[in-house]
């Protein structure tokens, strides 16, 4: 008589309230499509919450769960011991805390289970002090401010990042590309290509692969030296250079720079410089706990009220109208542990 094939990996997804649907389908049918691919169940997983009760998820949907947190810490140490642990999250992460939470991923951890997240769930390890001195990712809109509270973090704007048994997913579709990875160490190309197939996706992306798109296709822009400028202009928001500098790094003149810039922007270089610093300044104040003079002084301004006048004038409100506003959305922080 044919035995099944035992599983070769167990997968425990943990759910933080207001996850997002979109990664974690993604990784989750992606492992049910590798399991049709193969014929048996070489992929095995468990969803789970805090108290073993649903959660629902930024889109208002409810998920229901197969443990909770107090049966995957027995778990651990019996035959039920996963291979990998994904925490799911989303919106109003900064907001959760859950030390019982934190206390299984390093133990986890500990047990060389490997632990991983998706789109906002970098937070969840960073509380958990999983990733200092780690390389790991998150979504793009959240990046500045994860990299303001967790500085011991080795962030990169990647589609994801492994670093030893540490996963970190940006959310979105890039958690296929996580999983195809996986499969690929496991059971090598052929299986990530019927995989593919299978989910309408033409190719492979690698964790290099930019979360945004391109600037020339972000920005309808297609002059080089304009494109190489904003990027210049990214790279420098906390010290900003000055247009003789940007002139000199593009080899242009001052003037050659500003007529460039109302041709393809519309706007001065001073104009757009101040508006993508501003940006940055916005994410900061909607995704950190930093005061607004050192949200100022991260984005290159003098002062915290020429900062204020700037953010005013583009966003018709003051900086601390913006962080109150945020403040007011979000639910208090409640520590689950």
């Known amino acids: 008589m044919n035995q099944t094939p035992a599983p070769k990996r167990t997968f425990v997804f ?10 974690f389908a993604g990784a989750l049918d992606a492992l049910r499509i590798a399991n049709r691919m193969l014929g048996y169940k070489a992929y095995d997983w468990r969803l789970c919450s805090s108290d073993g ?4 998820s930024s889109s208002g949907l409810e998920i229901a769960v197969d443990t909770s947190l107090a049966d995957e810490r027995r778990y651990l140490t019996g035959e039920k011991r996963p291979g990998m642990t994904l925490v799911c999250s989303g919106t109003e992460v900064e907001s959760y805390s859950n030390k019982t939470l934190y206390a299984w991923l390093r133990e986890a951890h500990n047990r060389n289970v490997m632990v991983g997240s998706m789109c906002t769930g970098a937070y969840v390890l960073a509380q958990a002090g999983l990733l200092n001195g780690r390389r790991c990712t998150i979504h793009w809109e959240n990046l500045p401010g994860f990299q ?3 500085p011991q973090a080795e962030v990169y704007a990647d589609l994801y990042e492994v670093d030893r048994n540490v996963y970190t997913c940006a959310g979105g579709t890039a958690s296929l590309d996580m999983m195809l990875h ?30 945004r798109l391109p600037l020339r296709a972000r920005l309808g822009v297609q002059n080089s030296k304009v494109l190489s400028i ?4 990214e790279a420098n928001l906390a010290e900003p250079l000055s247009l003789l500098e940007i002139a000199d790094y593009a080899g242009l003149s001052r003037r050659q720079i500003e007529r460039l810039f109302r ?16 940006d940055r300044a916005r994410h900061l104040l909607t995704q950190s706990t930093l005061p607004v003079v050192e949200v100022a002084v991260a984005c ?6 020429h900062f204020s006048k700037c953010y005013r004038e583009v966003y018709h409100r003051s900086p601390q109208q913006e962080r109150a506003d945020r403040k007011a959305s979000v639910p208090p922080r409640k520590d689950m542990g």
Do not use: W
């Open 182 to 211: 996986l499969m690929d160490q496991d059971f090598g190309e052929t299986l990530v290509n019927r995989v593919c197939e299978q989910a309408l996706t033409d190719r492979v992306r690698s964790q290099n692969d930019r979360q």
């Open 263 to 278: 041709q393809e922007m519309g706007r001065s270089p001073a104009r757009y410089y101040l508006e993508i610093r501003l």
């Open 14 to 23: 943990f759910l933080v309230p207001k996850f997002t649907i979109l990664p």
């Open 148 to 150: 303001e509270k967790y």
């Open 230 to 233: 904003i990027e210049l202009m």
């Open 53 to 56: 009760e649903p959660v629902t």
């Open 300 to 305: 290159g301004f003098v002062s915290a009220s």
